[in-house]
Each structure stands twice: as C-alpha cells, then as structure tokens.
C-alpha cells in the first residue's frame, strides 16, 4: 500500500523502510520506468530467539570472486537450504571499481535468492578497492558506497567497532 520514489534520477537505489513487524511477510514489487519486478515476499526477523529454542538457518560462503558460475551453484544449494538468513565473508567479486563484475558476478547470479532473503555483506578487499589501484584510491568505489555500506553514526569518526562501515555486528534471531 506504500510507494516510495527516488527525488532525482540516479542509478543507484536505497531505501529505508520503518515500522515493519517482526516475522511478518511482506509483499513488494519494484518498478523503473516501464520495467516491473515481482512481486516478491521476503519475511522480517523473528522476535524469538535461539534461546526461546527458534532454529535459523544461515548459509554463509566467501571468495566466490572467481565467476558467476561457481555462485550460481551456491545459490541452487542455499535456495534447498531454505535460509532464514544469508551472510557472506566478502570477496564476492574480483575487482571492486568494475561495475560489470558487480552485475555480473553478485546481481545476477544472487536474482533467485536476493529478493526473498536477506543479504548482509562483509566487504573483503577485493570488493573494497581494486588490485588496479594504490591504498591511497581504495576509498573510492562508488558501486561499493552506494550499494553495501552500513550506516555509520555522525561524529563517530572510525576506527572501533561499529563506527566504520567495514566493521559492524548484526544480531538475528539470537545469533
């Protein structure tokens, strides 16, 4: 019953939806001009916990950065798996500032599971930057800043956990 557009055109979307219950399924749709995906159904977190005696199921996998194949077959598992969530160890693609690889090596090869289940990302150096580039550019990568980054709080500068986008915990379930 919500729609929520974007001010000005941009290739890059990112939204931030509140008030969602807890275990609840959601419906949604995404639409770009005259091109519409969906519907999707994608549930919230459970507000039991592990310790209530809840089981989650998490898939987990890294270093998937050598093609869109080797995910691929990934995902097929995970989708059997039926994951209540998906966290990777970073390097999900070779070269951080090619933005083909980000199509084509995450985007795509993760369309069967991604709009269903959610995603949390740990960026490893070969998302981060580029083995193209010096240290000094590694803070650069727009398809990395505008697609992965967490929220870091204002004035909190970085450096300890949970002040920079590359170190945050996540809490699910207990877990």
């Not at 991604?114 to 650069?140: C, M, Q, T, Y």
Request: aromatic residues 10%; hydrophobic residues 30%.
């Amino acid at each position: 019953t919500e729609t929520h557009t974007d001010p000005a055109a941009t290739r890059f979307h990112r939204y931030e939806i509140n008030g969602l219950e807890p275990n609840t399924e959601y419906r949604y749709s995404l639409r770009a001009g005259d091109v519409e995906t969906g519907p999707f159904t994608s549930r919230t977190a459970p507000t039991e916990t592990v310790s209530d005696g809840r089981t989650v199921r998490i898939v987990s996998w890294g270093d998937s950065h050598y093609g869109p194949t080797i995910l691929e077959g990934i995902i097929n598992r995970a989708r059997d798996f039926e994951p209540d969530l998906i966290c990777t160890s970073g390097d999900m693609i070779g070269d951080g500032i090619n933005e083909y690889e980000w199509i084509d090596h995450l985007f795509h090869p993760t369309r069967n599971i991604s709009p269903f289940v959610p995603i949390h990302f740990a960026v490893g150096n070969h998302d981060h930057g580029s083995w193209r580039l010096d240290d000094a550019h590694h803070d650069h990568n727009p398809y990395l800043d505008e697609r992965f980054e967490p929220a870091v709080p204002p004035g909190t500068g970085g450096g300890a956990p949970g002040t920079s986008p590359y170190a945050y915990s996540l809490d699910y379930a207990g877990v």
